[in-house]
């Protein structure tokens, strides 16, 4: 006589929604080259394999991230690294607002240049990075990203009205655009949704090891790109009911929503 047949492992219920993706044109608002490469850059191949138009923006050069290397030379330095790693993933433009590395504030400065890049770009998603205190847990945020992402969600909603930030239709020849839909932080404690990265993560890992000047430049001799980003993108995909995936927190920008 056979024994009890053994229980089913109980799986957990998916927690994250699917992003939406019936769009054409998303631009990247991030402080540093690297900042989309640490776990969005599967989801931008992704797109981009749709045949979607996919902008970065990087709010500086990231100049003052290698200790032992002078801020100009490694401004020359991230910045063709970083139009190597969007072109792994399919991204063909990216753009350097030229604001000062590891000194971002919040404020209407910055609101202002990123207002500017969202009516250049025109696009109907705008992703930025986790812009809370913290990446969950005790693990702190670094300044330049809270201020980056905070000024972006204000510049979204800027980049719609003509009276805000006037010279720049006035001299600039920039037209108002208020076609954002949504605005996606990636990576954040809060993340509510997120996509699908399972056919695309190894992207995402060719994407961040174009990096290769600034992570040797951290001494992260043993650092394993294809490691680091497993851990993050199976935990999420469980989250989402696949095998691999990237979160974000949905903010949408029109009324009552």
């Keep these: 006589m056979s024994g009890p047949a053994a229980e089913e492992p109980i799986k957990p219920t998916p927690d994250l929604e699917p992003v939406g993706e019936d769009w054409q044109r ?139 930030f006037r010279d720049q239709l006035e001299a600039g020849g920039l037209e108002p655009w208020g076609g954002v839909t949504q605005v996606w932080a990636a990576g954040s404690p809060n993340a509510t949704h997120a996509v699908d990265t399972t056919a695309t993560f190894d992207a995402g890992v060719a994407s961040l090891e174009a990096h290769r000047a600034y992570i040797d430049g951290l001494g992260w001799e043993e650092f394993d790109p294809e490691e680091f980003l497993e851990g993050g993108a199976r935990a999420t995909g469980t989250r989402l009911g696949v095998p691999m995936a990237t979160a974000f927190e949905v903010f949408r920008m029109g009324w009552g929503d």
């Design 26 to 164: 998303a631009l990247c608002v991030v402080a540093h080259p690297d900042d989309m490469e640490f776990g969005t850059a599967a989801a931008v191949a992704r797109w981009t394999g749709q045949g979607k138009t996919v902008v970065y923006a990087m709010v500086t050069s990231g100049e003052a991230g290698i200790d032992g290397m002078d801020p100009e030379q490694c401004r020359a330095v991230r910045e063709a690294e970083q139009i190597e790693s969007g072109r792994i993933v399919g991204v063909e433009v990216v753009d350097f607002l030229g604001e000062p590395d590891g000194v971002l504030e919040y404020g209407v400065h910055l609101r202002e240049v990123i207002t500017a890049a969202v009516r250049r770009h025109r696009p109907e998603i705008v992703i930025t990075n986790n812009f809370r205190d913290t990446w969950g847990g005790a693990s702190l945020n670094q300044a330049d990203h809270i201020a980056t992402g905070k000024a972006t969600l204000d510049a979204v909603r800027d980049a719609g009205n003509r009276w805000v």
